[in-house]
C-alpha cells in the first residue's frame, strides 16, 4: 500500500499530549419563602424600618434566580433602583442573562463588604449562581459567577438597589461565565458549545468536530451523558478556564483539557493550528472525556495513548498519520514502565521528552486494542488501577496488566517495540 502521508508538523510534534456585565451570579432551585416580618433597627435614621439582615440573603437570592430563569416580572418586584446609574446596572445585568438560556439555577448568598459609597442601613450581598442549561439532555450545573448586590430597605422590606459587583472597593475578580465576554450558547444535536465575543466562528466548527466524534467514542468507551452530549467551553486559554471554574483545570491536549464533566477548548492555541490537526485535536478531546470514568485513575500513559490512537485513526482517515519515529529510535532503552508508574499531568515533562513519552504511549495502547481484547480489554485495565495508591508502582502496573490482560507488561512492550520499529504505522 501506498506510504501514508506524514501529519501536518504541528500535529506530529505536539499531538501526542495526554493527559456582560462585570460581577457574578447566583441562584436557588426553588423560591424562597416571602420576606419575613419588618422589625425596627437602630441601623438607620430614627423611624426607619429595617428588615433583618439575613432576609436581604434572601432577597437577593431570589432576585437573581428569577432573573437567570428569564423570570423578569418576578425580578421587577424585588427591585428599586437607587438612581439612573443603577437602573442602567441592573438593567445591563439582565441583559447579560438574557443571553444565557438557562433551565434552572441555583445559588448561594452570603454577607458582603458595603461599598464604601452606600448608605449605612444598605446591605451589600454575594450571590454566587450556577445553572443548567435550557434543552435536552439537561446540562451539569454551570457555573456563572458571583455577583455583588445592593440592598436597600424600602417600606419595611429589602429591595434590591444596585449592582456592585465591578466597584473597587467590593474586590471581585469575574469568575464563571462572567469571566468570559459576552458569552453565549451555541447548542446542537450532539453538542453544546459556550463561547464568547469574537469566537462564533470558532465555536460553529468545535460544535460540528465535537458532534461528528462523540457518538462512536461514547457507544466504544462509555462515559455517560457528559460524552454523549459533550458541553464544550471555547476559553481563550487555560488561565482563563481556570477562572471560569475556579480551580486548575489542567491541560490534556496541546489546545484543549477536559476536568469534571466539561471540554475546554484554549482558543489561542485552536486558531494556531490547521484543519486537520483541529479536527484531530477534538477526536482526542472527545476520547478524554468519553474515558474519564473509566480511566480516571489510570496512568497518564494508558489516558494518553488512547487519545492519540484515536486521533490517529482519525489522521487515516484522511491520509495522514502519527509518527513513531523518534521512539522506534528510541526502544529497547527507552524507560516504559517508569512512564506507567505517574499520573501526572503531561508526564511531568516537556518538550521532546514529553513528545517521546507520548509516542511510546501511543506504541503501546495500539497494542494493548489490536492485539488484546479492544475497548473492553482498555476498560479493564482501567478498573485494575483504581485501587492503587497515589503513588503507582513497578508491581502495581505488572499486577493490572496480568489481571486485566492476561499477559505480562514486559510482553505488551516487546510487542510495541517490534510495532514501532516495524514500521507499519507508516502505512494506510
Known amino acids: ?103 434552572r439555577a441555583a445559588a448561594t448568598a452570603s454577607p458582603a463588604a458595603r461599598p464604601s459609597s452606600s448608605p449605612a442601613p444598605d446591605r451589600a450581598v454575594a450571590v454566587a449562581l450556577r445553572a443548567r442549561l435550557a434543552g435536552s439532555p439537561a446540562t451539569d450545573r454551570v457555573p456563572l459567577g458571583t455577583r455583588v448586590l445592593l440592598l436597600a430597605p424600602a417600606n419595611g422590606r429589602w429591595r434590591v438597589a444596585d449592582d456592585v459587583t465591578a466597584d473597587p472597593s467590593v474586590g471581585v475578580q469575574p469568575s464563571g461565565l462572567d469571566a468570559v465576554r459576552q458569552p453565549r450558547v451555541m447548542r446542537g444535536a450532539n453538542a453544546t458549545v459556550i463561547y464568547g465575543a469574537g469566537a462564533r466562528r470558532e465555536a460553529a466548527e468545535i460544535r460540528k468536530l465535537a458532534a461528528a466524534a462523540a457518538p462512536d467514542l461514547h457507544g466504544t468507551y462509555g462515559g455517560g451523558p457528559a460524552a454523549a452530549h459533550p458541553l464544550i467551553l471555547a476559553v481563550e486559554d487555560s488561565t482563563q478556564a481556570d477562572q471560569v471554574m475556579g480551580r486548575d483545570v489542567g491541560q490534556v491536549l496541546p489546545a484543549g483539557s477536559v476536568s469534571g464533566p466539561f471540554a475546554y477548548v484554549f482558543l489561542r492555541q ?148 517490534a510495532y514501532a520499529k516495524g514500521g507499519a504505522w507508516k502505512f494506510s
Open 270 to 417: 485552536y486558531r494556531r493550528i490547521d484543519p486537520v490537526s483541529r479536527g484531530a485535536m477534538m477526536t482526542g478531546l472527545m476520547t478524554h472525556l468519553a474515558t474519564q470514568r473509566s480511566l480516571g485513575r489510570a496512568p497518564t500513559s494508558l489516558r494518553a495513548g488512547v487519545d492519540a490512537y484515536e486521533q490517529n485513526r482519525y489522521l487515516n482517515s484522511r491520509g495522514y498519520g502519527l509518527p513513531l519515529d523518534r521512539i522506534a529510535a528510541a526502544y529497547p532503552a527507552y524507560p516504559t514502565l517508569d512512564r506507567w508508574t505517574t499520573r501526572q499531568p503531561l508526564w511531568g515533562l516537556n518538550g521532546p521528552a514529553q513528545q517521546l513519552a507520548g509516542q511510546d504511549a501511543l506504541a503501546m495502547v495500539h497494542v494493548i486494542l489490536t492485539r488484546h481484547g479492544g475497548a473492553p480489554a482498555l476498560r479493564r485495565l482501567g478498573r485494575a488501577f483504581d485501587h492503587t495508591g497515589s503513588d503507582i508502582t513497578p508491581a502495581d502496573v505488572q499486577r493490572a496488566f496480568r489481571r486485566a490482560l492476561g499477559v505480562s507488561f514486559a510482553s505488551v512492550v516487546d510487542e510495541a517495540h
Open 1 to 103: 500500500m501506498p506510504a501514508r502521508r506524514r501529519a501536518v508538523a504541528w500535529l506530529a510534534a505536539t499531538a501526542l499530549i495526554a493527559g456582560g456585565c462585570s460581577g457574578s451570579h447566583a441562584a436557588s432551585s426553588g423560591r424562597a419563602a416571602s420576606v419575613p416580618s419588618p422589625a425596627t433597627s437602630s441601623a438607620g435614621p430614627p423611624g426607619l424600618q429595617v428588615p433583618p439582615a439575613h432576609a436581604a440573603l434572601k432577597v437577593a437570592r431570589r432576585y437573581l434566580t428569577a432573573l437567570a430563569e428569564g423570570n423578569g416580572a418576578e425580578a421587577d418586584t424585588m427591585a428599586a433602583p437607587a438612581g439612573a446609574a443603577a437602573a442602567k446596572r441592573l438593567e445591563q445585568l439582565r441583559a447579560w442573562f438574557g443571553a444565557l438560556p438557562v433551565a
